[in-house]
């Protein structure tokens, strides 16, 4: 089974960029769907947009459209989001999730935006 | 664009009893692209249920889903204290794709 790790808790200033990475390891990566979900805290999640990294096209969802980039690097199963122009209220963890079933998550990476 | 309304906010239930959890969609959609998630205390969301009853690899058949249209239940049966946290519906449309999670419905101990 895929498992997907995500790179390490990230503080930022308002105004600035963040990008977080997702590793697959185990299993077949580059043919499913990655997603990416913000979970603000007290929040449920919210899908932000995802990638198959064998067509390499992203979506997003229209509220993260323009401000966020989803790419992959297929020789490496990793997964980024880059978010740009980061406020407070995008305070949250972000997670990746495999398949169009979200089968399989990483472990969380928390984005503290704070000036 | 689909909403889901999850109810209760909170439900309350003893060990060993029955829970039902609701999921309503504001119009109505495919029974195939509805999934409910657990959620504990810092971890991420578990897949329990995808196509609104096939229940995922490892989950217990003590958890069962139902519905179609815009009505769509959860149950959980004989509950285990490791049952009661944060429970998530959730609907995917492919083209081009969308999801949308409900608010949420939390289990506790009562």
């Known amino acids: 089974q895929v498992q997907l790790v995500q790179s390490g808790a990230e503080v930022k200033k308002p105004g600035s960029s963040v990008k977080v990475s997702c590793k697959g390891s185990g299993g077949r990566f580059n043919n499913y769907g990655i997603n990416w979900v913000r979970q603000a805290p007290g929040q449920g999640p919210e899908w932000m947009g995802r990638i198959i990294p064998m067509l390499g096209v992203p979506s997003y969802a229209q509220k993260f459209q323009g401000r966020i980039t989803i790419t992959a690097d297929k020789s490496t199963s990793t997964v980024y989001m880059e978010m740009r122009a980061l406020r407070s209220e995008d305070t949250a963890v972000f997670y990746c999730a495999r398949g169009e079933d979200f089968e399989s998550w990483g472990q969380g990476t928390l984005v503290t935006v704070s000036s | 664009e689909i909403v889901l309304t999850q109810s209760p906010g909170t439900l309350s239930v003893s060990p060993g009893e029955r829970a039902t959890l609701s999921c309503r969609a504001s119009?109505?959609?495919?029974?195939?692209?509805l999934a409910w998630y657990q959620q504990k205390p810092g971890q991420a969301p578990r897949l329990l249920i995808y196509?609104?009853?096939s229940r995922a690899a490892g989950i217990p058949d003590r958890f069962s889903g139902s519905g179609s249209g815009t009505d769509f239940t959860l149950s959980i049966i004989r509950l285990e204290p490791e049952d009661f946290a944060v429970y998530y519906c959730q609907h995917y449309r492919s083209s081009p794709p969308r999801y949308t999670f409900g608010q949420g419905t939390r289990l506790e101990i009562k």
């Open positions: 119009q109505s959609v495919s029974s195939s692209y």
């Open positions: 196509g609104s009853s």
